[in-house]
């Protein structure tokens, strides 16, 4: 049930308190419900009664538990989370599935979309999508004809590996980014957080050592963690993640796997030089580990053509390179392709089957007509010049309104940028002051595997019109400016 | 890489032969591939070299690898599969792949649906979906404009547990079948294999006990392999699985999750009677085990309302019911609705949005307008009768034609029958003469786990038009008899 690491430099009281408190916050664990008793969980983590205590003791300080005298301790929050949450009566028949052991990680990104739904949150600076407004753009206006054209197609399964029609245009518009490939050797998938559930499913598991970039794609650490392989994380440069320390960590412990997002990263924003591509793979070649090139946002460029994507050098198919279609283009599909060689694409195949047999047909269809849009390289490009201008708004925002002592990141594309705060600043505890004041954005924990970073966050800027934007980062400069004036209150890692 | 048994009666070679064989007819394996040396495959699996060679001998023997002196063993088949393959040229650049271990289990779905999209087999009773002139019965005309009116939702993701409109759909289309749910504890997903998929990923793990009917649905057996789970089967008779084993099971050795298909069980077509379902809940009750549900096939009955389903007995949060909407409705949407209960439920969405972070909008909208079409309920019922129509042909050409020593099941609704032969007949062998008479079913191996059953096979007569129905059963019926005239031609394990 929980990710307890016995020689991690948190104690061991802390980190049970913060698995719950995810499980709280995420409401896998309704308000009222019965934690286990202090020898139960004792025994089921194999820790000692003292530490117990001291987590639950945690919790009740972080206001999320309450003891009850002679009945046990239990769930007990007022403000309140993101998913449904039981009523009182129905919680109690409910208490025997708590002794019901899962598998799953901590699900931040649950946590965040929970969060970032909710409609009192008119600014969110958490949402890293297109402004629905530009999006639209690329759907051709008949939109409805082609569905209608399409619907005897409806009436059947399609291929497991997709829809061929959506498999050459994805080769043809990946030529654009100079990256060759073969209609059979294109995998559709439900988005590229699938993509990255079929690499780990296929090829991770308990012992394996996966390396992501630190700070990473949250999303992608709850994939990992649930097939309970070895995280380890290697920091980045200007140039993207730093080659000496992932050397040094094949030479320790080889990765099987290591997830990049070379291009606009997430949530940095760096482009990682194509001498660091070209070194990385050189790595991966010699030390035989495969590259989960993750492309989500080089559509979105402000600098011209960014270099080309590590796969477009693959020779021996180290790389999956996943290109997602679901930020400049259409999110409501959830459509990425994915591109390999070898068995490699076969065995992704293979976990694509078990998952859910293919992706649907119609949302397939509505992709291709928005890549065979006549006018799809101009409205791209519009699209891009419109997320620069949104860019360029919370950048001066932020330097006109932001408190010393803070520095962010300046991105060449894609939809985000990463904010460093003073080291004492916790962005956790931000965060419930920053949603008080009508503002979402991503805690930088959240996007960290074990090191314990609370100082950093994500604004998203490409998701509120050009207004709302102005309006939002100037609310979050206010919440910099009185956290950093009432320094001392953020010290504690709150929840 | 290998699910080898060390205590299983089948020899290691066997084992062995057979899971490469797996992979070499699904195409994971590329003709022409270099299969690992003798001494490394022993080192691997930890078995002798003698297995080793008489493993590739086996290969050899059944057509699907061959020996180059000096050289190893190599696939090699003349007759083959499904997906993709690579050119003679690419393959050697990839041979380093071949030593990335994979978790994959044998992937039976893909080997079955590779097989079945292939344009010559025109009569193809191995596909369990519904007729397409029917299924668009339930389209609105104008579902176009449904779209149209839809597009500005196509920019945004959907929500993780699915549109809210679709939940109170399948909350008060699920009250016509005697179920009850809120439409806060629905869950949509992307088909009965993705809802299998999130409870194995959510509450199965190594050394958790799942139990299957036997036999049972294949795609479910690649899932639980793909977990790692222990998965014990359980005989079935007329009234559904048979509880005293379970029972004893329990006792023995408790499982964590029950998967059945009460409503025309997929393959054999059996109702569980509503006693059975009553003991099945109150077993999960004492022993504390989940029932993951499966309902794919409930409303298309030929013997007016079937039972209530088990989830409509559910007081305590033991049932996670699933409702698929692929099978009558559209199967180009993929979309199903789970109805779980308390943490249940909480955790299903944390394992949904792992996996894909929820299901793409428009899919979701369209199975809406297939719920709301207006004359839903009667256009139901005209389907049902027309592939109740089809089970009759089916049944009137087995009765006329198929040879003695056959016996079949008559499903009360659904769209599979279950054909038993004599026990020396292996039907593995029996699909390959089918194929070269335009004819596939499922053969009964992919439904079993661990037996050595090849007895039987499964026939779908939803797919075919009546009047290639009928041609198809004729055609198979022959091949039935050929077989049978030259018994003892079957009695090899062939692949």
Not at 44 to 70: C, F, P, W
Not at 152 to 172: H, I, Q, T
Not at 258 to 267: I, K, L, Q, S
Request: aromatic share 6%; with cysteine; net charge neutral.
């Amino acid at each position: 049930m929980f990710h307890i690491q016995r020689d991690s430099s948190v104690p061991l009281s802390e980190q049970i308190c913060r698995e719950f408190a995810d499980r709280i916050r995420t409401g896998i664990l309704a308000n009222g419900s019965r934690l286990p008793s202090v020898r139960e969980l004792a025994d089921m983590l194999d820790v000692s009664l003292v530490t117990v205590v001291q987590a639950y003791r945690l919790l009740e300080q972080r206001g999320l538990a309450k003891r009850i005298h002679g009945k046990g301790t239990f769930v007990h929050t007022t403000s309140q989370p993101g998913q449904g949450g039981n009523n009182a009566t129905g919680t109690q028949a409910y208490d025997w599935q708590l002794a019901v052991v899962d598998y799953l990680p901590r699900a931040a990104v649950l946590g965040i979309h929970g969060r970032t739904t909710s409609a009192d949150v008119p600014y969110k600076l958490s949402t890293a999508s297109l402004d629905p407004a530009l999006s639209s753009l690329l759907f051709p206006r008949d939109i409805g004809q082609v569905v209608q054209r399409a619907m005897p197609s409806l009436a059947e399964y399609g291929p497991v590996d997709g829809l061929e029609a959506l498999r050459r245009d994805v080769v043809s518009y990946l030529r654009e980014f100079g990256l060759t490939a073969h209609p059979d050797k294109i995998l559709i998938v439900n988005g590229v957080q699938q993509a990255i559930d079929l690499a780990a499913r296929a090829f991770l598991g308990p012992g394996d050592v996966v390396v992501v970039e630190a700070p990473t794609y949250p999303g992608a650490i709850d994939v990992f963690r649930s097939r309970g392989a070895t995280i380890v994380s290697i920091p980045m440069d200007a140039e993207g993640i730093r080659l000496d320390l992932l050397t040094r960590q094949c030479d320790q412990n080889p990765p099987k796997l290591v997830y990049t997002m070379p291009t606009f990263h997430n949530p940095t924003g760096i482009v990682m030089s194509t001498r660091r591509r070209r070194q990385l793979l050189e790595l991966a070649e010699s030390c035989q580990f495969l590259i989960l090139e993750d492309d989500s946002f080089s559509d979105c460029s402000f600098m011209g053509p960014p270099p080309p994507p590590i796969r477009s050098l693959d020779k021996h198919g180290h790389v999956i390179y996943v290109k997602g279609f679901s930020k400049v283009f259409a999110p409501g599909c959830r459509v990425a392709a994915v591109s390999s060689s070898g068995s490699i694409h076969t065995r992704l195949i293979a976990a694509k089957t078990v998952s859910d047999l293919g992706s649907p047909v119609i949302t397939q269809m509505l992709v291709h007509a928005c890549l065979t849009h006549p006018k799809r390289r101009q409205r791209v490009l519009d699209i891009a010049k419109a997320v620069q201008r949104k860019r360029d708004i919370a950048l001066e925002v932020l330097s006109e309104q932001a408190p010393p002592g803070i520095s962010w990141t300046s991105p060449q594309g894609g939809y985000n940028l990463w904010v460093t705060l003073p080291p004492h600043v916790n962005t956790d505890a931000l965060l419930i002051e920053a949603l008080h004041a009508g503002v979402s954005f991503l805690p930088g924990s959240a996007c960290y595997v074990n090191e314990n970073v609370r100082h950093q966050l994500r604004i998203s800027y490409a998701w509120l019109d050009d207004d709302a934007l102005r309006e939002g980062v100037s609310r979050l400069c206010g919440v910099l400016r009185s956290a950093l004036e009432s320094t001392g209150d953020h010290h504690l890692p709150v929840l």
